[in-house]
């Protein structure tokens, strides 16, 4: 028998436990290991090796779970925390850029006249009033820059927690 | 909606709360299977335990993203799967990453184990992993052996394997010919031994 024929045995056999095979394959294989010792030997040190596979344990320790437990809450309530502390944030800068846009003519009289009364300059006042509006944006960006190092001050904490 | 897609995607909805207990009932549904992964993918229990941690908190972080149209475990492992990648490039002096791709063949001298990092046996065998595969497992390629976990162990489909490796089928179905052809090989020689 062609050696090519033992190989796709042997492949149909690894797909048959892998994937499956289609019926005329399986057939083929069927009749091929009925005939072929060597092939049918194969075919159950296969079987065996997945079998083999399949038995091996492992051990989960409970201390693990607990700590992987205590990780998770301690992100949470953190993510929590963190999240509110952003939603108020942007609360209030919403508020302000609407307050703002209510009093935008007013504020624009206002910067004319303190730069007149002041000898400033057009260009810079209305800069000026084109920043103001980045303000509350810019305060929202400190404070949340500011919250970075918390993190990894928190990370160190939970390592501590094993 | 049949009950599976409904399951799914209630479990995405709680994911979205960022609810903690939501992950501690998910962490004793799979706790065994991932750390079994885990243990298969590092060699290391250590950082099997490390891992194992890191993936709850991204599941937590991350649960937004988990759309209910894809399996969960299948979602849980590649999460896993990509921390084990991060981590691998972050030790660029002990193992890189090439040594998880499918560069290194079967008859490669110490069968594929990526250097310095140990057989999942060595470190895990105090009793518990075992039968007749100690010692066996270790001569498999990396990407073999965590083909063959998946497939025997977790029992994916090779689509959902295809998806969590980011390989054709036809890759994943080779690992596993080539996992096995080893595996009936070392179990052969460890008989006549
Ligand atoms: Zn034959």
Redesign the pocket.
Known sequence: ?SED??RR?EQLKIDSMAGGISAPDLQWLGA?LEG?P??AQRARAIERAVRTLRSVTVRVDPALLRTTRMKVYVRAEDLNRRGARRLLLWTSCATSWVWMAACALFLWHGFERLASQMGIPNWLWQAGFGLWWALPLLIVGIVLSMQQPAVNNERDLTAGLD | MNSVEGEREALAQSLRTRDPEVIEHLIDQYQYRLFRYLIYLTGNREEAEDLFQETWIRVLERGHRYDGRSKFDTWLFTIARNLFIDRLRSKKTQVSIEEFSDSEGPESGNGGSPRNVPSPFDLVSQGEVYGQLSGLMDRLPFPSREALVLRFQEEFSLEEIARLMAVPISTVKSRIYRGIAILKESLEDSKHE
């Open positions: 028998m024929l033992h045995a091929h072929c060597p092939c």
